[in-house]
């Protein structure tokens, strides 16, 4: 909104000052600081509030140490999180942009489904909350409509070099590249990254080639079933991450800084034509909302650190989760996703990894077996005798470690 009343101001009375909303390193830095006064300042009324109205966390006794110390901790404090991003982004944002657009349907749609499932632990005494089968079939109407958008919204495009033989409808621009000439199309695809892949491109659209010719028409098929499981997976491995003080929001953080450099490479044509990346026209404005997502998770990081003052809840997990799923398909880097969210990935398959074991070995000898001392994975570090900070600094360290190797994965010229 202040974006479009600035340049309102600059147009027409040109006061000096008013341009600078026109640079999206700017209005990001913005986003960044409204949402940390936000998470941090109204954070701690929220709070309070929430522990007048006895918004309190049922701990289930699971033998942890100093866990029952934790009953009463007031939850569904991922409504802070979840005003650390829409305000900054409906404030500093091109709301016109198909992308901010999107991330703003994923932000309140995966929300309300962990509001939801917050409000009947809470307040209906269900400690089971909002059944499965309910939280996939949102996740799967999400990963739906972003399919969807992402395939035939006309405004959703990649930009990518022809050849005078081979031509697009469409507008045909010249670039230079060092000292040579090169023609470029925008044009709609279903290619995404993939490192130590030829050209470091993907094309879902080549997944059914061996079924023969005609192959090109299950495209979308393909593309929503690989949109269905990324969102799915990672936006219930974000909830499952959020186990220990700090742990979710911290290493999201770090991921969400990660993505925000990646969208603002994509977005910028010099750049990405210089690291030899993929240039996707007007993604650059998802920097705005990657800026707020940081500092929204950084602000509440402040509460959530070890001892926690306020858990998050389905609220905040299943959004954050799903924030970060939804963005890397959007600047088309969701094959990355299991080294940057590899904390989110590691602790979904520690439980798939349990469960399935547990069942098979009770099914082949009578008796259920564990990999693991206790699923997800901290818990076991846990079991161990690993105090929870030590993990979530452990965690955090290889968090860096893996957006470090994602950002240098991508192959350079």
Avoid at 4 to 23: A, E, M, R
Avoid at 131 to 160: D, P
């Amino acid at each position: 909104m202040l974006y479009y009343l600035f340049s309102y101001l600059n147009k027409n009375y040109s006061i000096p000052g008013t341009g600078v909303f026109q640079y999206i390193t700017f209005r990001m830095a913005m986003a960044v600081i409204v949402s940390l006064l936000i998470t941090t300042v109204y954070g701690r009324r929220l709070i309070d509030y929430l522990r007048f109205k006895q918004v309190g966390e049922t701990v289930r006794n699971l033998g942890l140490e100093g866990q029952m110390q934790k009953s009463g901790t007031p939850t569904m404090g991922g409504i802070i999180i979840l005003l650390g991003i829409l305000v900054p982004t409906l404030l500093f944002a091109k709301l016109d942009n198909i992308y901010i657009i999107m991330m703003l349907v994923t932000t309140v749609w995966l929300g309300a489904i962990g509001f939801l499932d917050d409000y009947i632990k809470v307040f209906k005494k269900n400690k089971e909350g909002l059944a499965g089968r309910f939280k996939i079939t949102g996740q799967v109407g999400l990963a739906l409509f972003i399919g969807w958008t992402m395939y035939f919204n006309s405004s959703i495009t990649i930009r990518q070099e022809v050849t005078p033989a081979k031509l697009y409808d469409g507008r045909v621009d010249y670039h230079l590249r060092g000292d040579k000439q090169v023609l470029t199309q925008d044009i709609k695809s279903t290619k995404t990254t993939m490192p130590f892949y030829k050209n470091n491109e993907f094309d879902y659209g080549k997944v059914l080639k061996f079924i023969g010719p005609g192959y090109e028409y299950y495209a979308l098929v393909v593309f929503m079933f690989f949109t269905i499981i990324i969102i799915t997976f990672i936006s219930n491995g974000a909830n499952i991450t959020d186990g220990i003080d700090g742990l979710a929001t911290g290493t999201s953080a770090i991921i969400g800084l990660t993505l925000a450099i990646l969208a603002y490479v994509s977005g910028n044509t010099l750049i990405a034509d210089y690291l030899n990346i993929m240039y996707i026209p007007n993604s650059g404005e998802l920097v705005i909302f990657a800026g707020a997502f940081v500092g929204a998770c950084v602000g509440f990081l402040w509460y959530n650190a070890y001892p926690a003052q306020v858990f998050m809840g389905d609220t905040g997990s299943l959004a954050i989760g799903g924030i970060i799923a939804v963005f890397a398909i959007m600047i088309r880097k969701e094959l990355l996703i299991p080294v940057l969210c590899g904390i989110f990935v590691v602790e979904n398959m520690s439980v798939i990894i349990q469960v399935g074991w547990f069942k098979w070995t009770k099914k082949r000898f009578g008796e259920g077996r564990r990999v693991f001392l206790m699923a997800p994975l901290h818990h076991h570090y846990q079991k161990k005798g690993f105090h929870e900070s030590k993990i979530v600094t452990r965690f955090y360290i290889i968090c860096i470690m893996l957006a470090i190797i994602t950002v240098i994965t991508l192959k350079l010229r």
